[in-house]
């Protein structure tokens, strides 16, 4: 019987079963798909000779994640690659705003745009500076952070307390105007605040906005040689060398809980798997209190908070293999990892208020990625293999083209969608169509049926809204990976800090089990203790 099962295999369910087993405890992983991973894995379904992440693929939170870091992940083969630039943001017109690991790079970048930008671009980043350590360490350890948040809070004093707190939670438009007089600055904060399903007008999506850009602007957004799939082999193989086991094509369809605590699961099967300690599960909190744990164990207002669960966005994704570079107008662009397809803050907009109505965007805002322009060995010399994402409702009520799309996402509607994608792509990359060997269309129901967590196609396990994050993440509570349930805890991205490849719900939920655990030992070895001096007595 293993000390703890672990119900994923996704990039959380691995760190927590390698904590676990750094632990001494011994760890058992159970994965629903044929291999591990998650939405961190690649295949080479384009084309043989182009290996393509079928999910995500730059990783600036794991380059900055503690978490990781301490998993010394490099002894088990990974290797990071980083693009000569981190992030391009192209316009029609020929400018192009650069974000680089060199910081006088990116500020001349945007200096071209408006005289001063350029400094203003270098004081964001010295106020990130001096916040750093402090985020870093709120951001990865459980809600609410008592120390980091102390250290984060003296931090915020010296580098301008309210003023500051004020900026962060600024609408990304809001935070752009003040800080910039010209266009490339609020391109960078606003296309990096649609990382996640943060409009430009939302309030926070400054701050996150301000977040990605300071962390691709220290570490970059690098990706793992030879495709995302490295980062979970070297996860696999980590835990491996410490005994733990990891169990593919095993779907978890009950977590197991007897005299009020969870015991183990069970799977699809049939089979129980029995968990002498803990029962961690790497899936959506709507999955575990919706599907996993019965409605008799779980409160009525857990339940009924269940309700109000706002997944982010629905994603649609095209891979390419692509028999050249991309060409680019913008000669910029072509060296940049990541690309941004939108015409400006206003075009943002405009796409994320078509989402919200429920219209199919027209122009969509594309993330483009470039993996051969960040790892050579991606695709064979002078190709590129490519991808491109971007948003869609998860409830369709109308085509803002003219095409009638519903969000049926049949055979016609995907193909459709492909080429609309390919088209905003051609407007930036004159020629990019007569480049493609193969492509590869992943609507929101094929992500969903590559990865159960992907619910629809919303890639981070629930909105980033602020009224869905810290203390109300996944609904309104503690913000922890303790669940109602002893014995088990939330390990995924819906749990605190949310979506991004950086371990830390799983790191997060791995130290509550062993924290529980201590303290449970430490209760019985008093409880015998008092016991024995009881006796004694008579």
Not at 135 to 147: E, G, N, Q, S, Y
Not at 241 to 263: K, Y
Not at 299 to 324: C, E, I, N, S
Not at 444 to 463: K, Q, V, Y
């Amino acid at each position: 019987m293993p000390d703890a099962v672990v119900i994923g295999a996704g990039p959380n369910g691995l760190v927590a079963a390698n904590l676990l087993a750094d632990a001494g405890w011994s760890v058992e992983v159970l994965e629903a798909q044929d291999e591990p991973g998650g939405a961190v894995r690649h295949d080479r379904g384009v084309d043989p000779e182009f290996a393509s992440d079928l999910f995500s693929s730059f990783y600036p939170l794991a380059a900055a994640s503690p978490v990781l870091a301490g998993l010394h992940l490099e002894q088990d083969g990974l290797i990071w690659s980083h693009a000569p630039k981190v992030l391009a943001h192209p316009l029609r017109d020929g400018r192009c705003a650069v974000l680089s690991r060199d910081l006088d790079e990116t500020a001349a970048s945007l200096e071209a745009f408006a005289p001063g930008d350029g400094a203003a671009w270098k004081e964001l980043r010295e106020v990130w500076e001096v916040l750093r350590p402090g985020i870093l360490d709120a951001l990865f350890t459980p809600f609410p952070p008592v120390r980091a948040g102390a250290q984060l809070a003296l931090r915020l004093r010296a580098a301008g307390g309210l003023r500051l707190a004020r900026t962060m939670v600024l609408p990304v438009r809001r935070l752009g105007e003040e800080e910039f007089r010209g266009e490339g600055g609020r391109l960078l904060l606003a296309g990096n605040a649609l990382h996640a399903d943060l409009s430009p007008e939302a309030a926070g999506s400054g701050g996150f906005g301000w977040l990605m850009s300071m962390l691709g602007q220290t570490y970059g957004f690098p990706v793992p040689t030879g495709g995302a799939g490295a980062l979970t082999a070297a996860l696999v193989r980590r835990l491996a060398r410490r005994g733990g086991t990891v169990r593919c094509g095993e779907r978890v369809t009950e977590v197991v809980i007897r005299g009020g605590r969870a015991v183990g699961v069970r799977t699809a099967g049939g089979e129980a798997v029995p968990a002498r300690k803990a029962v961690l599960a790497d899936v959506s909190a709507p999955s575990l209190y919706g599907s996993l744990v019965a409605e008799r164990h779980l409160p009525g207002r857990l339940l009924a908070d269940l309700k109000r669960f706002q997944w982010d966005f629905a994603t649609f994704k095209v891979d390419w293999a692509l028999d050249g570079r991309v060409p680019w107008t913008c000669a910029e662009a072509a060296q940049a990892g990541t690309v941004h397809l939108a015409e400006g803050v206003d075009a943002l907009t405009r796409f994320a208020a078509q989402i919200a109505m429920g219209r199919v965007p027209d122009e969509p805002f594309a993330l483009f990625g470039q993996m051969t322009t960040a790892d050579a060995g991606r695709s064979p010399h002078g190709t590129e293999a490519a991808w491109a994402y971007t948003h869609v409702p998860h409830r369709v009520r109308g085509d803002a083209g003219d095409a009638g799309l519903t969000g049926a996402w049949d055979v016609r509607e995907r193909e459709t969608m492909a080429d609309r994608v390919e088209e905003q792509v051609e407007r930036y990359a004159p020629g990019f169509r007569d480049l493609i060997r193969s492509r590869r269309v992943l609507a929101p129901p094929t992500l969903e049926s590559m990865d159960a967590n992907l619910r629809g196609g919303a890639i981070n396990g629930g909105t980033t809204a602020m009224h869905q994050q810290l203390v109300f993440r996944p609904t309104p509570g503690t913000g922890r990976p303790e669940t109602p349930v002893p014995g088990l805890y939330l390990a995924s991205a819906s749990a605190h800090p949310g979506g991004g490849v950086h371990g830390a719900p799983g790191a997060n939920a791995a130290r509550a089990a062993l924290r529980r655990s201590r303290t449970g030992a430490l209760s019985h070895l008093q409880s015998m203790l008092t016991h024995r001096d009881r006796k004694g007595q008579r």
